[in-house]
């Protein structure tokens, strides 16, 4: 009876389990909603009551899944594209189309406290996202956007590991940007190109009076960076990884041993009449006969290449609550010292962490964390290249070849083989502890559509230090069978410990509302409440050593101590409102202002207002019916006011006394004692320059905005630059003049971009291009009275262009004695007797006879570049994608003086290319033939005549274009690696700074580098890089 039972209990069952086991399959294509194109690797998932089921779509971007029958829904996730889900309501045939999240990314853009749609735009704001950034691989954040962005400068001026040293420059406004960093203020181009570019979203760039609603500190711009945040879905794994070997793009060769001791022997003779050496030892030189080789000092300090590589790993997801951002990177460059005493190492993290409290309340814990160090030897770089460059190539690294003995070197005594060395000289060790945390409460006010409340606390803290160890040591010859040691020891031992700490407080209060009243008025406002306060604390310790034992400061003698402090504060408080309007998405206005105040002047409060308005005439019915290939077609303008601090010391508004530091006062003795001296004379009406911003543009897309332009011509007008009055004042007065807002100046300049996205089969590109033409003129310098016509025509600054240098007309080289004495005064001496065959000759642009001031004309664009340009291709094709980055500057020019401008100069060696040169066919007889050559004839500078004087000869035009990164990668095929979890996995091969066009000459010292007169071609050198990396999705 009871088997009976449970048969009959399985019988009813049994259709019932039946049913809930059943599967049903389901199939379907995934294409992109851009292009229509096919989609491989995109995951489908189904998350029935029985668990997850999932699948990747093939390589024809085809799907098959097979899920219970009771699954309510497919959802469907790639990378780049929004996340999709899809009712299943009975289907076995579900095809869907995904778009990019990129695309939503670029329609919104960040603005000062707040984003944008970039169709209701109506400033000038330049934004560049994270695909963008990614589009390029480099080292630092600066390099991987440079040439992406219309308007943006950015000059790589250093290749030193850790520097950072890259100007940073905003439409040619000529002071460095304000940096916000996810909502907050953190001044400083340094920290903003430590930031990990793989964390970042997008950063825009407020270019016009957009840039009023940053009050004081917004004069030149400003960098709005906004990192990535998680989304709701499954955690999503990124590893990003390149190893790469760096060289210098391209370094002067210096002369060697036979062809310097021609020039030096051409020197002593054509200056003294007597040779340098016999002509027996000279041939012995150009022979390279045994114990006269030459030494190439810069091989012997410097390797070829340097290994540089980064690492980073990311999670990003979340619940229905709860959504996090989280990642950690780490960073190493070698130097390119032979010692391996240089280099740079930082380890960052992030996190991001969103959560919803309530139905209305959402928190935000946003923070950062960095650890860097830099190291070099203690000498700088500048002295140990400068010894590679000057240093004689006769002489050698050690007596001997013995490494226990380095050797005297000429001109400098200064080895560069041994400044280069930490374990001879010494070391210098740079440390940065960086913290940045922002906590932010988010309401939406129930009941009151689109009215929002925001309150956020921000604290960072950066802690720097620096190590410096300085170690005497010897140097040595070799006489008499015995290695001599010099007299005195090179250098003064000596440690000493530098702490630098930085903290900031930012509080943020924000109200904000927006709403769309029937169907076509959108109305929009904020208010903010802001205050930044800092607190500054710096400390030196110094002690010297009697004799060296171990590098810290209590085993350094006490003899001479030295201790130093000093702490600062800084506090800004700010009223800040924006208040826009648009019609139908056609007729936009936007009204910006801040009340901004600061510590610095009496005057405390400073009022600055913008406005901008846009019309988008691609809305116009006009338009639409008749001209249907405009997509977009939108006119603007805005006018804004924005500040900066003067570079004077604050609080010049309070009387006060100083010390005179050196003893001036005797009492009693004959002794002098240290008192105390009458201040400036204080200005209580001083305070911050305040700039006008105009501008003026137009953006067009067509074909839905498959070409794109964009135009803008602009123009900043800065008032109130800190000088001091042109009085003249008797000896007795006692006083100083104060500063006062007297100067002021102008910048205007055009820019565009244009770009085009499309494919072919199966090939889809991407083309875009941006131009920025510059200039910077004087309004007003104040400046002694001119005293007569000439005076006022060369030296008068107002109305002006800046950045424009003065030569002398070059009108070849004399070509014989006969010339010289037939040619106008070069020198101011009696019949040129300085001057030789093959000397550069300049015209007598007055006729007096006399080569002098009076015979220069503005003839030469000055050292900072006018015109910014880049070109960016990007393509893919199947699993391959390829990018590409042309990047160029021009109207601008280099001069080069000592060491690369002269030749022989500091009697030290020379670069090989003055070895084409004028000279005697017989170096020992005085009345042999000229041979010609490009440059002038060997000498000392005391005698020479005028060939180093400002002239085409010696400036010259350093534009240049260069192909500044190209990349390579491969994804594979998703389906290689869908059983190990991996949804994407790229390898690509890169490289940076490739190839430069430009001048010869200049090339030789990379004409992108910003050096003064005197530096120019001996600081670290650009690197050209080649990087082999892989990116992982999983």
Same mark, same amino acid.
């Given at each position: 009876m009871k088997k009976s039972k449970y048969l009959l209990l399985l019988f009813f069952l049994f259709p019932f389990n039946l049913l809930a086991q059943q599967m049903v399959t389901i199939r379907g294509k995934v294409t992109d909603a851009s292009d229509g194109k096919i989609l491989p690797g995109v995951v489908v998932t189904s998350n029935s009551p029985t668990g997850k089921i999932s699948v990747s779509t093939d390589d024809q971007g085809a799907y098959l899944i097979k899920v219970p029958a009771n699954s309510q829904e497919l959802s469907y996730s790639f990378v780049g594209m929004t996340a999709h889900t899809e009712k299943i309501a009975g289907r076995t045939v579900i095809n869907v189309v995904l778009a990019s999240s990129q695309s939503e990314l670029d329609e919104v853009v960040v603005i000062g406290y707040g984003s944008q749609k970039k169709e209701t735009l109506t400033g000038s704001v330049g934004n560049i996202t994270a695909r963008d950034i990614q589009t390029t691989t480099a080292i630092s954040l600066a390099q991987k956007i440079q040439g992406k962005v219309a308007g943006l400068q950015i000059r790589q001026n250093g290749g030193e590991p850790g520097t950072f040293d890259n100007s940073i420059n905003i439409r040619g406004y000529g002071g460095s940007p304000l940096y916000v960093i996810d909502g907050v203020a953190r001044e400083g181009a340094g920290e903003f190109q430590r930031i990990n570019p793989e964390d970042i979203e997008s950063i825009s760039f407020l270019k016009d009076g957009s840039a009023a609603i940053y009050g004081l500190?917004?004069?030149?711009?400003?960098?709005?960076?906004?990192?990535?945040?998680?989304?709701?879905?499954?955690?999503?794994?990124?590893?990003?990884?390149?190893v790469g070997f760096s060289s210098p793009t391209d370094v002067p060769r210096m002369a060697n041993a036979a062809e310097w001791i021609q020039m030096r022997n051409d020197a002593a003779f054509l200056g003294t009449g007597s040779p340098f050496i016999p002509r027996e030892e000279l041939n012995k030189?150009? !022979?390279?006969?045994?114990?006269?080789?030459?030494?190439?000092?810069?091989?012997?300090?410097?390797?070829?290449?340097?290994?540089?590589?980064?690492?980073?790993?990311?999670?990003?997801?979340?619940? #229905?609550?709860?959504?996090?951002?989280?990642?950690?990177? $780490?960073?190493?460059?070698?130097?390119?010292?032979?010692?391996?005493?240089?280099?740079?190492?930082?380890?960052?993290?992030?996190?991001?962490?969103?959560?919803?409290?309530?139905?209305? +309340?959402?928190?935000?814990?946003?923070?950062?964390?960095?650890?860097?160090?830099?190291?070099?030897?203690?000498?700088?770089?500048?002295?140990?290249?400068?010894?590679?460059?000057?240093? +004689?190539?006769?002489?050698?690294?050690?007596?001997?070849? /013995? !490494?226990? $003995?380095?050797?005297?070197? !000429?001109?400098?005594?200064?080895?560069?083989?041994?400044?280069?060395?930490? #374990?001879? !000289?010494? $070391?210098?060790?740079?440390?940065?502890?960086?913290?940045?945390?922002?906590?932010?409460l988010n309401y939406n006010v129930p009941g009151v559509e689109g009215l929002k409340i925001r309150a956020a606390a921000s604290y960072d803290m950066n802690g720097y230090s620096n190590k410096d160890l300085s170690k005497p040591y010897n140097l040595y010859t070799f006489a008499n069978g015995n290695y001599v040691k010099q007299p005195q020891r090179v250098g003064t031992g000596n440690i000493s410990n530098v702490i630098d700490n930085n903290n900031n407080l930012t509080l943020q209060g924000q109200v904000s509302y927006s709403r769309l009243f029937a169907k076509k008025h959108n109305v929009g *406002?904020? +208010?903010?409440?802001?205050?930044?306060?800092?607190?500054?604390?710096?400390?030196?310790?110094?002690?010297?050593? #009697?004799?060296?034992?171990?590098?810290?400061? /209590?085993?350094?003698? +006490?003899?001479?101590?030295?201790?130093?402090?000093?702490?600062?504060?800084?506090?800004?408080?700010?009223y800040v409102g924006r208040f826009n309007y648009d019609y139908a998405g056609k007729y936009?206005?936007?009204?910006?202002?801040?009340?901004? *105040?600061?510590?610095?002047?009496?005057?405390?409060?400073?009022?600055?207002?913008?406005?901008s308005a846009a019309w988008r005439v691609s809305e116009e019915n006009f338009i639409k019916n008749k001209l249907p290939l405009i997509s977009n077609l939108k006119l603007k303008a805005s006018f804004g006011t924005a500040g900066a601090a003067n570079s004077v010391a604050p609080f010049q508004y309070v009387p006060g006394f100083g010390t005179t530091g050196g003893g001036n006062y005797e009492f009693q003795n004959d002794i002098l004692t240290t008192g105390i001296a009458a201040p400036p004379i204080v200005n209580e009406n001083l305070s911050w320059t305040k700039s006008e911003f105009i501008d003026f543009g137009l953006e067009l897309g067509l074909w839905k905005n498959q070409l794109t332009f964009e135009f803008d011509v602009y123009q900043r007008d800065t008032k109130g630059i800190a000088a001091t009055r042109n009085v003249s004042l008797p000896n007795t007065f006692g006083a100083t003049i104060p500063f006062e807002n007297l100067n002021s100046d102008r910048v205007r300049g055009i820019e565009f971009s244009l770009g085009h996205n499309g494919s072919i089969g199966e090939f889809k590109y991407n083309i875009s291009g941006n131009f920025n033409y510059s200039r910077q003129m004087d309004l007003y310098v104040e400046g002694a009275p001119f005293t007569n016509s000439y005076d006022q025509w060369r030296n008068q600054r107002a109305y002006r262009y800046r950045d424009i240098s003065w030569g002398y007309t070059y009108a070849g080289q004399f070509q014989n004695?006969?010339?010289?004495?037939?040619?106008?005064?070069?020198?101011?001496?009696?019949?040129?007797?300085?001057?030789?065959?093959?000397?550069?000759?300049?015209?007598d642009i007055n006729n007096d006879g006399v080569i002098d001031d009076r015979d220069m004309l503005p003839l030469f664009d000055g050292s900072t570049p006018k015109l910014f340009y880049g070109l960016t291709l990007n393509g893919s094709f199947k699993g391959f994608d390829f990018n590409l980055l042309l990047q160029g500057s021009g109207r601008y020019t280099v001069r080069f003086n000592e060491v690369y401008g002269e030749i022989l100069a500091f009697r030290g060696n020379t670069p090989a290319y003055f070895f084409d040169r004028w000279r005697l066919s017989d170096p020992y007889d005085i009345n042999s033939a000229w041979i010609p050559g490009k440059y002038p004839a060997s000498r000392f500078n005391g005698d020479v005549g005028r060939i180093y004087t400002?002239?085409?000869?010696?400036?010259?035009?350093?534009?240049?274009?260069?192909?500044?990164?190209?990349?390579?990668?491969y994804s594979f095929r998703p389906s290689f690696f869908a059983k190990a979890g991996i949804k994407k996995l790229r390898i690509y091969a890169s490289a940076f700074n490739l190839l430069t066009i430009t001048d010869p000459f200049v090339k030789a010292f990379d004409p992108e580098r910003a050096e003064g007169l005197f530096s120019a071609g001996l600081n670290y050198p650009l690197s050209k890089t080649y990087n082999f990396g892989i990116n992982l999705n999983f």
């Open positions: 500190r917004a004069s030149n711009g400003v960098v709005l960076v906004t990192t990535k945040k998680g989304a709701k879905g499954d955690a999503a794994f990124n590893y990003n990884s390149f030189y150009i !022979t390279g006969a045994p114990g006269y080789e030459s030494t190439d000092w810069y091989s012997e300090v410097m390797k070829k290449s340097a290994i540089q590589q980064q690492h980073n790993v990311s999670a990003a997801g979340g619940g #229905d609550k709860t959504q996090y951002f989280v990642s950690l990177g $780490y960073q190493r460059e070698s130097g390119l010292l032979k010692t391996g005493d240089m280099g740079y190492y930082k380890y960052n993290m992030r996190s991001n962490l969103t959560t919803q409290l309530t139905k209305n +309340l959402k928190a935000e814990i946003f923070i950062a964390g960095r650890y860097d160090n830099r190291f070099t030897p203690g000498e700088n770089f500048f002295n140990i290249f400068k010894g590679t460059r000057v240093t +004689l190539p006769t002489e050698r690294p050690y007596v001997n070849g /013995n !490494t226990a $003995y380095p050797s005297i070197v !000429t001109p400098s005594n200064q080895n560069p083989v041994v400044l280069a060395d930490r #374990d001879i !000289t010494g $070391y210098s060790e740079n440390v940065n502890r960086n913290v940045q945390s922002t906590v932010a *406002g904020t +208010l903010v409440v802001e205050q930044q306060q800092g607190w500054s604390r710096n400390t030196l310790a110094r002690r010297y050593y #009697d004799f060296y034992t171990t590098d810290q400061l /209590n085993y350094a003698g +006490l003899r001479t101590p030295e201790a130093a402090g000093l702490e600062g504060q800084s506090a800004y408080l700010g936009l206005i936007d009204f910006v202002f801040r009340q901004d *105040g600061n510590y610095a002047y009496k005057n405390k409060w400073g009022f600055f207002p913008g406005v004695k006969e010339e010289i004495l037939q040619h106008a005064l070069q020198n101011g001496d009696q019949a040129n007797i300085r001057e030789l065959p093959g000397d550069y000759k300049f015209q400002e002239s085409s000869v010696w400036r010259r035009d350093a534009s240049y274009v260069r192909l500044k990164s190209v990349e390579l990668g």
